[in-house]
């Protein structure tokens, strides 16, 4: 029986080899600043972008990957096998998912297409896609790969804090009075993924105090079989964050990466958070 294709997007910053060696096709975002439009881990890398936004005020703006794209894909795949599974980044963060859709729905008679809204982004979105794949890889057809993506997402915790409101009020996550008072005030929002969409927490008015509220977020979990520390240019808070985790839960899997584009478009550049993967 052919094997089941998986097809994610770059939000799930999954690195080119890896995704080459589970047979993952990984569709761009397009990340658009200025006058400039650049594809998401091809033309543009993490470090490439937060330099970008050090040196000018720019706006980033996401663009899901087009209904051709995922329809082109599918074709593609269709000439290997009739079952695709599209895990994808949140339907309330950007387009992908609709677009999935929209481009699965004429093909359903041919093949046996599952498209997954997985409301997670980053390396949340990356866990839940690897796995998926390497369950392909072992032989599970297409309902047993959905099963297995449906029963992570919910196990998959996403937390962070920004270091500005702008970038939350332009992405339209928070209103323009809430970011000026919030910029006012010094105000360091603690953020979660809730159901897809960027939730404010709590509000903390230094970097010591977001930590330390990330920190009790962590602890909280009973069975974490292992956690992402995400930041983008602020080793420091890193350091900070793993000493205090450690001081709590010695033997915790940390993995510490520079969060991609797709995130920072909401976060800016300044952050840090952590992906929990919870154990069953």
């Given at each position: 029986?052919?094997?089941?294709?998986?097809?994610?997007?770059?939000?799930?910053?999954?690195?080119?080899?890896?995704?080459?060696?589970?047979?993952?096709?990984?569709?761009?975002?397009?990340?658009?600043?200025?006058?400039?439009?650049?594809?998401?881990?091809?033309?543009l890398?993490?470090?490439?972008?937060?330099?970008?936004?050090?040196?000018?005020?720019?706006?980033?703006?996401?663009?899901?990957?087009?209904?051709?794209?995922?329809?082109?894909?599918?074709?593609?795949?269709?000439?290997?096998?009739?079952?695709?599974v599209?895990?994808?980044?949140?339907?309330k963060?950007?387009?992908?998912?609709?677009?999935?859709?929209?481009?699965?729905?004429?093909?359903?008679?041919?093949?046996?297409?599952?498209?997954?809204?997985?409301?997670?982004?980053?390396?949340?979105?990356?866990?839940?896609?690897?796995?998926?794949?390497?369950?392909?890889?072992?032989?599970?057809?297409?309902?047993?790969?959905?099963?297995?993506?449906?029963?992570?997402?919910?196990?998959?915790?996403?937390?962070?804090?920004?270091?500005?409101?702008?970038?939350l009020?332009?992405?339209g996550?928070?209103?323009?009075?809430?970011?000026?008072?919030?910029?006012?005030?010094?105000?360091?929002?603690?953020?979660?993924?809730?159901?897809g969409?960027?939730?404010?927490?709590?509000?903390?008015?230094?970097?010591?105090?977001a930590?330390?509220?990330?920190?009790?977020?962590?602890?909280?979990?009973?069975?974490?079989?292992?956690?992402?520390?995400?930041?983008?240019?602020?080793?420091?808070?890193?350091?900070?964050?793993?000493?205090?985790?450690?001081?709590?839960?010695?033997n915790?899997?940390?993995k510490?990466?520079?969060?991609?584009?797709?995130?920072?478009?909401?976060?800016?550049?300044?952050a840090?958070?952590?992906?929990?993967?919870?154990?069953?």
């Open positions: 029986m052919p094997q089941v294709k998986i097809i994610t997007d770059s939000a799930a910053e999954i690195s080119p080899e890896l995704a080459a060696s589970l047979d993952i096709t990984v569709l761009p975002l397009t990340i658009q600043l200025g006058a400039q439009s650049y594809r998401e881990g091809i033309d890398t993490p470090k490439e972008f937060f330099s970008k936004l050090a040196r000018a005020p720019l706006t980033p703006e996401l663009r899901a990957p087009s209904l051709a794209q995922f329809e082109q894909t599918y074709e593609e795949w269709m000439k290997e096998t009739d079952e695709i599209a895990i994808l980044n949140s339907s963060l950007s387009k992908t998912y609709h677009n999935a859709q929209r481009a699965a729905a004429p093909l359903m008679g041919r093949a046996k297409i599952r498209v997954i809204d997985s409301q997670l982004i980053s390396t949340g979105l990356g866990m839940v896609v690897v796995q998926a794949a390497q369950a392909a890889q072992e032989g599970a057809d297409v309902e047993q790969v959905v099963r297995l993506a449906r029963g992570l997402i919910p196990r998959t915790y996403i937390a962070a804090f920004a270091d500005t409101l702008d970038y009020e332009r992405s996550r928070i209103r323009k009075a809430q970011s000026i008072l919030g910029t006012m005030l010094n105000i360091k929002p603690l953020l979660i993924l809730e159901e969409e960027i939730v404010v927490l709590e509000k903390v008015r230094t970097r010591a105090k930590v330390e509220k990330l920190v009790e977020f962590i602890i909280e979990f009973t069975h974490i079989e292992k956690m992402d520390v995400l930041h983008s240019t602020t080793p420091e808070d890193v350091a900070l964050l793993i000493e205090q985790v450690n001081l709590q839960l010695p915790l899997d940390m510490v990466e520079v969060y991609g584009p797709s995130l920072g478009a909401f976060l800016g550049p300044g840090l958070g952590v992906v929990v993967y919870e154990g069953m």
